[in-house]
């Protein structure tokens, strides 16, 4: 049987074109895909030396680069586990993490070594390793000393290549197991239904130790061979200066609303675009229209998530509608538990699936059905010809006086007012009707008065408008744009007591 390392499927992709630039960043250096494939090596090499095991776990900490890219594959070769952690956990959080994954090897910014280095040494953590934005740190030194693993450790599909973290935003966070079958299928479906060729150039401005950056842009684009033009982060104004060489862009919602906020970003200048891609959080119709009218362009939206990879895809040649997130992805099942075209609790079944929560066997019998299918806790509706639009998240759903209420869909009249920024509706205790619906809200200019709010939510039910409404600056949002209604119900449970 073929080796079913997921970065033997990549390397065999890319085998052609090892001369041509991989990364590319923004003061012009390149590495090229054979750079990779020896950085790869070496950083194998380091980790093998270092006393990681096939099976072992690798929990990385660090800045976004083109050392984090080659360490990430070089784990992979190496059969070891890949565990990523969001750069803005705190020490704190590390050491929940930690004692959960049983690294092997932890690697860590060295900005933070002493602080991190005495954590992972509480926890049992024998090798601390570092590795900086600018590849300095004992991770490069240790690959350059180390002889390369320049094979490629056998795996087979089912066997685990990535544990991704859930963020925790509902409790104690849980480890989703990502086999090398579902990295190497979820990327082959999207390579194919968005088309990807050698000659593309994708924009990247997202961060890599979450599955948007990681898994959607650079797997996808290495399958063929693309150039990646590699920035440290979003910046509005290097995504302008650059545009006009990339022909893919892939980002969060509010990617685009800041680039619709620069009176400099237009049209002309995303003329040699050919896809423009959402996902992580919704896309308002609002967004989509805007962008639309400003650029010609309309925005792919999709969606998916840590357990799951891609689950579905507005169309790359087809009507893509706004508030929708389009077809599941070639050889994905989805379904919901409501009635046809009424809104349910998305299930869905496939090769992209995870193989459950690390170390979490109770939880993972609970999340999935029988037959196979993923309870996601995302609330959508399945139309007649399979296209899928997404209401909420389960555990969003409002119950006030006996009714259930989805915060999307006063939302998406909120954001639809002249005036509002952007809006998040959330559920407050209220001793009559169980619970009471808050807006809060991000002006545009002068922030409107309660009596104009609820004129323009009119078309709504009574009972699904708003009792208090809240301005504040910003929303506030994780590293991936998502905004935390958890804070915010934190910050307003009081309101109606």
């Given at each position: 049987?073929?080796n079913?390392?997921?970065?033997?499927?990549?390397?065999a992709?890319?085998?052609p074109?090892l001369k041509k630039?991989?990364?590319?960043?923004?003061n012009?250096d390149?590495v090229t895909?054979?750079?990779l494939?020896?950085?790869?090596?070496?950083m194998?090499g380091a980790l093998?030396?270092?006393?990681?095991?096939?099976?072992?776990r690798?929990?990385?900490?660090?800045?976004?680069?083109?050392?984090n890219?080659?360490?990430?594959?070089?784990?992979?070769?190496a059969?070891?586990i890949?565990?990523?952690?969001?750069?803005?956990?705190?020490?704190?959080?590390?050491?929940y993490?930690l004692?959960d994954?049983?690294?092997?090897?932890?690697?860590?910014?060295?900005?933070r070594e002493?602080e991190?280095?005495?954590?992972?040494?509480?926890q049992?953590?024998s090798?601390?390793?570092?590795l900086?934005?600018?590849?300095?740190?004992?991770?490069?030194?240790a690959?350059?000393?180390a002889?390369?693993y320049?094979?490629?450790?056998?795996?087979?599909?089912?066997?685990?290549a990535?544990i991704?973290?859930?963020?925790?935003?509902?409790g104690r966070s849980?480890?989703?197991?990502?086999?090398?079958?579902?990295l190497?299928?979820?990327?082959?479906?999207?390579?194919d239904?968005?088309?990807?060729?050698?000659d593309?150039?994708?924009?990247h401005?997202?961060?890599?130790?979450?599955?948007?950056g990681?898994f959607v842009?650079?797997h996808?684009?290495?399958?063929?061979?693309?150039?990646v033009?590699f920035?440290?982060k979003?910046?509005?104004g290097e995504?302008i200066r650059?545009i006009?060489?990339?022909?893919v862009?892939m980002?969060?919602?509010?990617?685009y609303?800041?680039l619709?906020a620069?009176p400099?970003?237009g049209?002309?200048?995303t003329?040699?675009?050919?896809?423009f891609?959402s996902?992580?959080?919704?896309?308002?119709?609002?967004?989509?229209?805007?962008?639309?009218?400003?650029?010609?362009?309309?925005i792919?939206?999709r969606?998916?998530?840590?357990?799951?990879?891609?689950?579905t895809?507005n169309p790359?040649m087809?009507?893509?509608?706004p508030?929708?997130?389009g077809?599941?992805?070639?050889?994905?099942e989805?379904?919901?538990d409501g009635?046809?075209g009424?809104?349910?609790?998305?299930?869905?079944?496939?090769?992209?699936?995870?193989?459950g929560?690390?170390?979490?066997?109770?939880k993972?019998?609970?999340?999935f059905r029988?037959?196979?299918?993923?309870i996601?806790?995302?609330?959508?509706?399945?139309?007649?010809d399979g296209?899928l639009?997404?209401?909420g998240?389960e555990k969003?759903?409002?119950i006030?006086?006996?009714?259930?209420i989805?915060?999307s869909?006063?939302?998406n009249?909120?954001?639809?007012?002249?005036g509002?920024a952007e809006s998040?509706?959330i559920?407050a205790?209220?001793p009559d009707?169980?619970?009471g619906?808050v807006?809060?809200?991000v002006?545009n200019g002068?922030?409107?008065a309660?009596?104009?709010l609820?004129?323009?939510?009119?078309p709504?039910?009574?009972?699904?408008r708003?009792?208090?409404?809240?301005?504040i600056?910003?929303?506030?949002?994780?590293?991936m744009?998502k905004?935390q209604?958890?804070v915010l119900r934190e910050t307003?449970?009081d309101v109606?007591?």
């Amino acid at each position: 049987m073929a080796n079913q390392n997921f970065y033997a499927i990549l390397k065999a992709a890319f085998r052609p074109a090892l001369k041509k630039p991989f990364l590319t960043l923004p003061n012009g250096d390149t590495v090229t895909y054979g750079e990779l494939d020896e950085r790869s090596a070496q950083m194998a090499g380091a980790l093998r030396a270092a006393g990681a095991k096939s099976g072992d776990r690798v929990v990385v900490q660090i800045k976004k680069s083109p050392a984090n890219v080659a360490l990430y594959f070089g784990a992979l070769r190496a059969g070891l586990i890949y565990v990523p952690l969001n750069t803005a956990y705190t020490d704190d959080e590390v050491q929940y993490f930690l004692p959960d994954a049983e690294p092997a090897i932890f690697v860590c910014d060295p900005a933070r070594e002493a602080e991190l280095t005495a954590i992972a040494g509480k926890q049992n953590v024998s090798t601390v390793l570092t590795l900086g934005p600018d590849g300095d740190g004992s991770a490069l030194e240790a690959a350059n000393a180390a002889e390369p693993y320049s094979k490629v450790h056998p795996r087979h599909e089912d066997d685990l290549a990535v544990i991704l973290y859930t963020s925790g935003t509902t409790g104690r966070s849980k480890g989703a197991m990502l086999s090398h079958g579902s990295l190497s299928s979820n990327a082959a479906a999207l390579n194919d239904i968005w088309d990807f060729q050698e000659d593309d150039v994708l924009l990247h401005a997202l961060p890599i130790f979450h599955i948007h950056g990681l898994f959607v842009a650079l797997h996808t684009a290495m399958l063929s061979a693309c150039e990646v033009l590699f920035l440290p982060k979003f910046d509005v104004g290097e995504i302008i200066r650059l545009i006009h060489r990339a022909t893919v862009l892939m980002g969060v919602p509010t990617f685009y609303t800041r680039l619709l906020a620069d009176p400099e970003f237009g049209g002309e200048a995303t003329a040699h675009v050919r896809l423009f891609i959402s996902g992580s959080a919704p896309l308002t119709p609002e967004t989509f229209n805007a962008f639309y009218d400003r650029t010609g362009h309309k925005i792919l939206e999709r969606y998916g998530m840590s357990e799951a990879g891609m689950i579905t895809s507005n169309p790359l040649m087809g009507e893509r509608i706004p508030g929708t997130v389009g077809y599941p992805l070639p050889g994905v099942e989805i379904r919901t538990d409501g009635n046809p075209g009424e809104p349910g609790v998305v299930e869905v079944r496939g090769p992209n699936i995870f193989k459950g929560y690390w170390r979490m066997p109770e939880k993972t019998e609970e999340e999935f059905r029988d037959d196979g299918f993923f309870i996601t806790g995302d609330v959508g509706a399945i139309a007649d010809d399979g296209r899928l639009s997404l209401i909420g998240r389960e555990k969003d759903l409002i119950i006030a006086g006996g009714y259930n209420i989805y915060p999307s869909e006063i939302e998406n009249v909120l954001d639809a007012i002249p005036g509002v920024a952007e809006s998040a509706v959330i559920a407050a205790p209220h001793p009559d009707m169980g619970e009471g619906v808050v807006a809060v809200l991000v002006a545009n200019g002068l922030r409107l008065a309660d009596n104009l709010l609820m004129d323009a939510l009119s078309p709504l039910a009574k009972f699904k408008r708003p009792r208090k409404f809240f301005w504040i600056d910003a929303l506030p949002r994780n590293a991936m744009g998502k905004v935390q209604k958890q804070v915010l119900r934190e910050t307003y449970k009081d309101v109606f007591l």
